[in-house]
């Protein structure tokens, strides 16, 4: 019984590639000792090197023909290597061409050109520049793929050759990547797995200031990344999951031990594919992570990465919305990772060190409770004026709570039950939307209670509460009831009407009932920009001329519970 039936995990690798392939050996520098490459070759066909061949060697049948070829020893995934075969029909041609490696029993596929894809991604590339050894039509087309995956070419520089790649020296391949780079390109990329690179990256690297991608590389990084396991490549860039420098025109983030630019920084946590491994020794610890985000496909997957890289596990997630174009991820993360070293390389990740990008903060563990359950701790622990602002600054992670006016580098305004001005402040990032409807809903339940009770003449008694906005039913009957007979009686109130009366931005409305429960008497304090404050009172005909209103208004105006 061989190994593979045995249940040994399978760290083979099984590559195709192009007939004319002539660097079997410089793909192997990048597999790590107990791994293995299975690579057998597409057929031989008499054409230039260009996108005509391109197609010929990436015909489905074809692949599919050759990935049968290394199944036998039991690969973990099978990469088709191949740059110009894999990106020559777009996005579209690229995810037909893995299709056709998985249709053929591969248990896993990988391209050169969706490898590139992903390795951008994993470093927050968006804008590249290319060295190529083809023809200008040939290198418009990865382009052009390029721009479908949202990385942006903003240099490119080709040997516009149809034959003979393998033999470029590799001079004039460090001679192409200087020619391609650009002030802003974020990152280089040469493509073609028939170009020597391997003992130019890290150098050039150096010299640049800047990762340098090469077609072998993702190809090998990406694929053994799919069998859980790490290439090798020292002082790349990629391979160790570090930033050589920091990308151009943004700000550079210190590493914890300043090191000579000139001496590749060993990797202390390996990017690896499931967020599941330590790495950094230590005693765990809690954090919050605050991080803003772009809106866009991708970002989270690049945030996760970084928690990853330092051996975190995220135990809890949140999001919130921040504008039309970001959101705010708010996670709990432990691990034995200390908060410089994971907001060092969150920052990295996302390419972004503004002060608010940013905020790792030390946790409480009693928020590793589910959500509701720790909502409802905070509420319970409300349920005094002190309690409140403490519950509800804890709900928001905010420095404080105050009654007074809106003043701090960021507030927010609330109402609180009683009716008094409410501020929440904090000096490390703005409050979201989110958020705001978070402490106005944490309020609503902290006032559910009774606010008081009315004990009338003829010793009948009414309770008066706080509106929840889930009253519209009981408001408009009470209304039709007041109107009628009247030129009024055919108005007609939508639930949008009557939740603003219910819930007045700014105001406060209470409900006083009967011991039945029945509805007697609203009054509500609503605020309008050109009115100002003004209390509205609406009385049942057989309640009225027994004081209701007035007490009502006094609740209102004096802001204090009965």
């Not at 929840?468 to 109107?483: I, K, P, S």
Request: negative net charge; glycine residues 10%.
């Amino acid at each position: 019984m061989d190994e593979q039936q045995q249940g040994a995990p399978r760290c083979g690798v099984g590559v195709v590639v192009p007939y004319d392939f002539a660097l079997d050996h410089e793909m192997w520098r990048w597999v790590p000792e107990g791994a293995t490459l299975h690579l057998t070759r597409t057929p031989f066909v008499e054409t230039p090197a260009d996108d005509g061949q391109a197609r010929l060697i990436s015909d489905p049948a074809m692949v599919r023909t050759a990935v049968r070829e290394v199944l036998t020893p039991g690969p973990g995934v099978v990469a088709y290597s191949c740059t110009s075969g894999s990106f020559v029909d777009g996005a579209a041609g690229e995810r037909a061409l893995r299709a056709a490696v998985l249709d053929a029993g591969a248990p896993a596929a990988v391209t050169t050109a969706g490898a590139l894809v992903t390795a951008c991604a994993e470093l927050g590339v968006t804008r590249l520049a290319v060295a190529t050894p083809y023809v200008d039509d040939l290198t418009d087309l990865l382009a052009g793929f390029l721009a479908e995956h949202g990385v942006a070419t903003v240099a490119r520089h080709g040997l516009g050759l149809l034959g003979g790649i393998w033999q470029v020296r590799a001079d004039d391949v460090a001679d192409a990547v200087r020619a391609a780079d650009h002030p802003d390109a974020q990152a280089v990329f040469v493509s073609c797995t028939n170009l020597a690179t391997y003992d130019a990256v890290a150098g050039l690297e150096r010299e640049l200031g800047k990762p340098v991608l090469t077609a072998n590389q993702v190809t090998v990084w990406a694929a053994l990344r799919a069998v859980g396991r790490d290439a090798v490549g020292p002082g790349q860039t990629l391979v160790e999951g570090r930033p050589a420098v920091a990308a151009p025109s943004e700000t550079p983030v210190p590493s914890e031990t300043p090191v000579p630019s000139e001496t590749p920084v060993p990797s202390e946590a390996p990017a690896l594919p499931e967020p599941t491994v330590l790495r950094v020794v230590g005693a765990p610890e809690l954090h919050k992570v605050r991080v803003r985000l772009p809106d866009e496909s991708g970002a989270l997957a690049r945030l996760t990465a970084a928690v990853a890289e330092v051996g975190g596990n995220i135990l809890s997630l949140s999001v919130h919305a921040q504008d039309a174009g970001s959101v705010v991820d708010e996670m709990l993360v432990g691990g034995p990772v200390t908060a410089e070293r994971l907001s060092q390389v969150i920052r990295r990740r996302l390419r972004g060190s503004a002060p608010d990008t940013v905020r790792v903060t030390p946790a409480d563990p009693h928020e590793l409770v589910d959500t509701p359950t720790r909502a409802l701790d905070l509420v319970a622990a409300s349920r005094t004026p002190d309690g409140l602002r403490e519950a509800l600054a804890a709900l928001l992670h905010a420095d404080d709570v105050v009654a007074g006016p809106a003043t701090g580098t960021h507030v927010l305004e609330l109402t609180g039950p009683d009716g008094t001005p409410l501020v929440a402040r904090r000096g490390w990032a703005p409050f979201t939307v989110t958020e705001r409807a978070r402490a106005e809903a944490f309020l609503r339940a902290g006032a559910a209670g009774p606010v008081g009770e009315l004990l009338l003449d003829d010793g009948d008694a009414l309770t008066a509460t706080p509106a929840t906005g889930a009253e519209t039913a009981e408001l408009a009957t009470l209304l039709r009831t007041c109107v009628a007979g009247s030129p009024e009686a055919t108005t007609t109130w939508t639930d949008a009407d009557l939740r603003s009366v219910l819930l007045p931005p700014g105001g406060r409305c209470l409900l006083l009932r009967s011991r039945a429960g029945d509805l007697v008497a609203v009054a509500a304090r609503l605020t309008a920009p050109d009115t100002g404050a003004e209390t509205v009172v609406v009385v049942h005909p057989l309640h009225r001329r027994r004081g209701l209103g007035r007490w009502l208004r006094r609740r209102l105006t004096a802001g204090a519970p009965v």
